[in-house]
């Protein structure tokens, strides 16, 4: 896989994603639709015309998936047992229709389950920016990885 193992992933490791991705109307209107979020100010351009922004805004849980499925192929495809949370979300600059938006992981801490030696806890902090290099969101996450086989279960 190329996902990284428990071991793999070191504290301070930057993982700079290759994928960049530019946010269509279809992604956000679709996205919004899907959760049933009837926000004017992400599906009603008329609306969002008028609001501060003058423009529809993307939906913020489209923005942080985004960030986070940008970052898996690199650190977390097939390695991962799942994700155990989110901390200290933020968006500190608005996404809009047309942004393409790049993402930075840095691994900020890991742990060792003590209770089951096949796994280990990983905190990955995910940062995007926008073409403009705003910072646009950034999430701690806490994801269960698993442990190398032949790890020693010292680690």
Not at 48 to 60: E, F, M, Y
Not at 82 to 107: A, Y
Request: charged share 20%; glycine share 8%.
């Amino acid at each position: 896989m190329a996902g990284k193992t428990f071991e793999e992933l070191t504290i301070g490791a930057v993982f700079e994603h290759e994928i960049t991705r530019t946010v269509t109307e279809t992604d956000n209107l679709l996205f919004s639709a899907m959760t049933h979020n009837p926000q004017p100010l992400h599906i009603d351009a008329e609306f969002a015309r008028k609001s501060q922004h003058g423009q529809i805004l993307v939906n913020s849980l489209y923005t942080l998936g985004l960030v986070i499925g940008i970052s898996v192929g690199e650190t977390t495809l097939g390695t991962t047992i799942g994700n155990l949370g989110m901390e200290n979300v933020e968006f500190p600059h608005p996404v809009f229709i047309g942004d393409t938006i790049r993402v930075t992981t840095v691994i900020k801490n890991k742990r060792a389950s003590e209770s089951k030696l096949d796994r280990g806890v990983v905190w990955f902090e995910h940062s995007a920016h926008n073409q403009r290099g705003e910072l646009v969101c950034q999430c701690l996450r806490k994801g269960m990885m698993i442990r190398d086989s032949h790890s020693d279960a010292q680690k």
